[in-house]
């Protein structure tokens, strides 16, 4: 079972990484993260209604909440993975990541994997927005999966963590 009060922070401090503040999107995260903490298995279906519990509230067309783009999306100077392979790459990421906590016993350093998992899946970028704010939610419950705690990332501290991009 995991700490109400770690996850508030984690999920404050991930809005925060993205300038979010508000107290509604607060609790849609919260939503998002005891949605997917349902499941022992990620799937396609799974980590899409996730991702529209996250983004209910935030300003950006109705369609584009839970599902992945169909456009070409830039991040911090960089193009994402075409749209048209974005439904192959998360097929073949969801089940990484099913694997991994499905086996998560046989690897020596399995925080180096879910965070390589969390890596892969940003440079993927799936969605039109929320990418990172789903991502640190899916890296947690990942860590969960494999008996590991919350991982808090903190938001003034977030060039550290971008350079897990490098």
Not at 1 to 8: G, R, S
Not at 70 to 80: A, L, N, S, Y
Not at 84 to 104: A, G, Q, S, T
Request: charged residues 30%; glycine residues 4%.
């Amino acid at each position: 079972m995991t700490n109400t009060k770690t996850v508030l922070e984690c999920l404050r401090e991930s809005n925060a990484i993205e300038d979010v503040f508000d107290n509604q999107s607060l609790h849609d995260a919260m939503r998002a993260w005891e949605h997917l903490n349902k499941f022992k298995k990620l799937s396609k279906k799974i980590l899409n209604e996730t991702h529209g519990i996250l983004m209910k509230s935030q300003p950006m067309e109705k369609e584009w909440k839970g599902n992945f783009r169909q456009c070409p999306v830039w991040i911090g100077g960089r193009e994402g993975k075409p749209w048209y392979v974005v439904p192959e790459l998360m097929h073949d990421w969801i089940m990484r990541i099913n694997h991994h906590i499905l086996n998560k016993s046989i690897f020596k350093d399995i925080e180096a994997i879910i965070k390589e998992d969390h890596v892969i899946a940003e440079v993927i970028h799936p969605y039109i927005d929320g990418n990172g704010r789903i991502f640190r939610i899916a890296l947690n419950w990942q860590r969960i999966q494999c008996g590991l705690p919350i991982l808090v990332i903190l938001a003034k501290e977030r060039q550290k963590y971008y350079k897990w991009f490098e």
